[in-house]
């Protein structure tokens, strides 16, 4: 099995900024690509970024020019540097990483973190 753990979530004020991290473990043979997804109220769950095991990157193009995602493949981890906060940023922010798992698979599967909150206001 494998486990995506979150942290770095919180309450800010319009303008700052913030770092979320996940840390992927368990029956890690390899991982593809990882990204952040996010959920805000009354809204589709949308992708953020996402980095493939290469470096490519992608973002939506609301957060372009203000977030940067990065990953360090050695730790199974990948981080989500987030400026210049706006209340839109508001939202359940959910780790994903495509993994290849050590137990025999040929392909990766998608697993999910448990969602770690981002609230921006005064």
């Known amino acids: 099995q494998v486990q995506l753990v979150e942290s770095g979530g919180g309450l800010v004020q319009p303008g700052g900024s913030l770092r979320l991290s996940c840390a992927a473990s368990g029956s890690i043979f390899s991982i593809n690509s990882m990204g952040w997804y996010r959920q805000a109220p009354g809204k589709q769950r949308e992708l953020v970024a996402a980095v493939t095991s290469g470096g490519s990157t992608d973002y939506a193009d609301s957060v372009k020019g203000r977030f940067t995602i990065s990953r360090d493949n050695a730790r199974n981890t990948v981080f989500l540097r987030m400026n210049s906060l706006k209340p839109e940023d508001t939202a359940v922010y959910y780790c994903?990483?495509?993994?290849?798992?050590?137990?025999?698979?040929?392909?990766?599967?998608?697993?999910w973190g448990q969602g770690t909150q981002v609230t921006v206001s005064p």
């Open positions: 994903n990483a495509e993994v290849v798992t050590n137990d025999g698979a040929s392909i990766g599967h998608d697993y």
